[in-house]
C-alpha cells in the first residue's frame, strides 16, 4: 500500500474496552478517586505488561481496571479509544465490556452503561465510527452468576447488540452458558464466544454447535480439526482473530509461525482485531502492519481481511446507512 494511502477502513469487531485502559489513564483514574496502586508510576506498570498465558495477564488486567468508578471514568476510557481507533482505520466497533468485573466490586450496572454511553452515543458524530455494545460473561466465575448478570442486564438488552463470553478458558467449556445464551437469544441479541484461543477445539464445536454463536473469538485452535475448519468455511462463521494478542499470552510462540494462513487457506471468513491493545502492544492497524512485517502478508490479503471485518460485522440498517 502506498504510505500515504493511510490505513484501510475496518471494522473492530474483538476489542476489550477495559483493555484499551492505558497507563496514564489508570494513574489519572486513581488520583481522582483515591485509590491505591501497587505501582509507583506509568513506567513500572508498563514494564508489568509482560506474560506467561491468559491467567497472568487477566490478573493485571483485572487489577488495573479496579482504578474505573465513575461514569466519568467509563466515558473518558471510551473517548480515548476512540481517538486512537480513528487513527487506525476504525469506522464500526462492536465493543465488549465485562459487566460482572466492575458490578463484583461495587461499581453499578448503570453506572459503567451509563458511562459508556456518554461517549459511544455521538461516537459516529465526533469520530466518524458507529459503535455498539456486546457484553461478555465471566466465563471463570459460572454459569449460575452469569444468569444474574443476565437478570440485571435484560432491563438494558436495548442499549446491547450482543453477548459474549470471556476470561480463563480452560476448565470453562462454553457448554456450561447454554441457558444464559438462550436467554439473549430470546431477548433478540447476538451471540458470540471466546474459544478456542487456550481452549482446545471442542470448545469451538461447542460454541457454535451448543451456544449458536454467531461469531468466534479467537478461534485459532480451529487449524488443529480439519473437520471444525470445513464447518467453519461451510458456515461461513467468522474468527476474530487478535494476532499481537496471540503472540503476547504466548497462544503462537511468534508473529511469524501464526497459523492464520492456514485459516485463510481453509476458506474462514478471518478478520483481525486488537483485543487489549493498551496491554499487548498495538491498536488494530497496528496488527495489521505486523503481520506485513513479520508474516509476510501482502497487500491484498490485507485488504481482504481488512473486508472481511465489515462481512463479519453486525452492521444493522443504521450502520449501513453511514458506512456504506
Ligand atoms: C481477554 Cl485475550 C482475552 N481472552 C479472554 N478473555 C479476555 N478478557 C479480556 N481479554
Ligand atoms: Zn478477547
Not at 473517548?79 to 465488549?96: C, M, N, P, S, T
Not at 453477548?163 to 452458558?177: I, K, R
Not at 436467554?183 to 454447535?209: C, F, K, M, N, S
Not at 497496528?286 to 481488512?306: I, K, M, S, Y
Request: charged share 25%; proline share 5%; glycine share 6%.
Amino acid at each position: 500500500m502506498r504510505p500515504d494511502a493511510g490505513p484501510l477502513p475496518k471494522a473492530e469487531l474483538h476489542l476489550h474496552i477495559e483493555g484499551t485502559l492505558e497507563p496514564e489513564l489508570v494513574f489519572a483514574c486513581a488520583r481522582r478517586n483515591g485509590v491505591e496502586l501497587p505501582f509507583a508510576d506509568v513506567e513500572q506498570l508498563r514494564r508489568a505488561y509482560v506474560f506467561d498465558d491468559l491467567q497472568s495477564f487477566l490478573d493485571l488486567y483485572y487489577l488495573a481496571m479496579n482504578v474505573l468508578r465513575t461514569a466519568q471514568d467509563f466515558t473518558d476510557l471510551a473517548d480515548a479509544y476512540l481517538a486512537r481507533a480513528r487513527e487506525q482505520g476504525v469506522r464500526h466497533a462492536e465493543i465488549f465490556f465485562d459487566p460482572q468485573a466492575h458490578v463484583s466490586r461495587g461499581v453499578p450496572l448503570e453506572v459503567v452503561l451509563d458511562g459508556l454511553e456518554a461517549s459511544l452515543s455521538t461516537s459516529a458524530e465526533r469520530f466518524g465510527i458507529s459503535t455498539r455494545l456486546i457484553a461478555c460473561f465471566l466465563r471463570d466465575r459460572g454459569a449460575r452468576e452469569a444468569m444474574t448478570t443476565w437478570e440485571a442486564l435484560a432491563p438494558h438488552a436495548a442499549r446491547l447488540h450482543g453477548v459474549g463470553l470471556d476470561s480463563a478458558e480452560v476448565g470453562h467449556p462454553p457448554e456450561a452458558f447454554a441457558e444464559v445464551f438462550g436467554a439473549a437469544r430470546d431477548a433478540g441479541l447476538h451471540l458470540v464466544a471466546h474459544a478456542g484461543e487456550e481452549g482446545p477445539p471442542d470448545y469451538v464445536w461447542q460454541a457454535i454447535d451448543v451456544l449458536g454463536v454467531e461469531r468466534v473469538d479467537h478461534g485459532i485452535r480451529a487449524v488443529e480439526d480439519r473437520a471444525l475448519l470445513d464447518r467453519l468455511a461451510r458456515d461461513r462463521t467468522p474468527l476474530t482473530v487478535c494476532p499481537l494478542s496471540n503472540v503476547r499470552l504466548r497462544c503462537v510462540p511468534a508473529l511469524s509461525e501464526h497459523r492464520l494462513p492456514e485459516l485463510l487457506d481453509a476458506g474462514l471468513l478471518v478478520t483481525i482485531n486488537s483485543d487489549d491493545p493498551a496491554y499487548f502492544g498495538g491498536y488494530v492497524d497496528d496488527n495489521f502492519q505486523a503481520l506485513r512485517r513479520e508474516l509476510g502478508l501482502g497487500d491484498d490479503v490485507l485488504r481482504e481481511l481488512a473486508a472481511n471485518s465489515f462481512r463479519a460485522s453486525f452492521i444493522d440498517e443504521d450502520d449501513r446507512a453511514r458506512l456504506l
